[in-house]
């Protein structure tokens, strides 16, 4: 006799990745991931400002550890976050974009809020603003800065700002840097509001608002001085 040949479809297997993906879009799982995303954008707020008191002291283990070093108790670390905050806070703010990190930490919040359903924000918008502030302000402190506190703890541009301000000062010098960074400052601006077009316009030309005010007085003098000498209806 022949065997009977099971023909039902495996419904289960197939599912699993259907499964999978709604749970992904589901509400709890962007609730968990926006929580986290809070909660770690806290942690780096509460490391980057330790840092600005620790780091000088935190700078000779973190340059030089040893071994296993911060893996101890008593590693010595004095930033309120930790090692981890103690290296992460070297790693974004010494090594990447400065002070101009704290970007970061504020498209995380921004994003876990969103995630969370607690307030609602065009999160493509925030994430342009972000990224083009944390770069345009690491450059101008990396310019402003790089001579003046090398032996400081603290590089206010990173070492990004720093390195990029110092190639564009060696092709267009320092005053095309400084063209450079006032154009892509208005157009930042520009790309937030757009009473930064009446601002720039103003710095142009000053004079302009004076003038159609006394254009705007001329004429409600013109305006009285009619009505006075028409003659009076009975």
């Not at 108790?73 to 930790?82: D, K, L, M, P, S």
């Not at 990447?96 to 359903?117: D, E, P, Q, R, T």
């Not at 001329?218 to 028409?230: A, F, I, Y």
């Amino acid at each position: 006799m022949k065997k009977k040949t099971d023909n039902k479809p495996n419904v289960g297997k197939s599912d699993i990745p259907n499964k999978v993906m709604t749970a992904i879009k589901g509400e709890t799982v962007h609730f968990i991931i926006g929580l986290l995303c809070v909660i770690f954008g806290v942690y780096m707020l509460l490391a980057f400002s330790s840092f600005f008191f620790t780091g000088g002291n935190d700078q000779s283990i973190l340059s030089h550890p040893n071994p296993g070093e911060l893996l101890e108790t008593g590693n010595r670390i004095q930033n309120y976050a930790g090692a981890r905050g103690a290296q992460l806070s070297q790693f974004l703010i010494n090594d990447c974009f400065g002070i101009s990190a704290y970007f970061i930490i504020a498209f995380l919040i921004v994003a876990g809020m969103k995630l969370m359903k607690a307030y609602e924000f065009n999160l493509w918008k925030w994430f342009v603003s972000c990224t083009a502030l944390m770069i345009w302000f690491s450059i101008t402190l990396g310019f402003a800065f790089g001579g003046v506190l090398e032996d400081s703890f603290l590089y206010p541009g990173g070492l990004h700002g720093y390195n990029v301000s110092q190639w564009i000062c060696s092709q267009v010098g320092a005053p095309g840097l400084i063209l450079i960074l006032l154009v892509t400052g208005i157009l930042i601006g520009v790309f937030f509001t757009k009473g930064t077009i009446d601002v720039v316009r103003k710095a142009f030309r000053p004079s302009l608002p004076r003038r159609n005010k006394e254009k705007d007085e001329n004429k409600d003098s013109e305006t009285l001085s009619d009505k006075q000498e028409s003659p009076a209806e009975y």
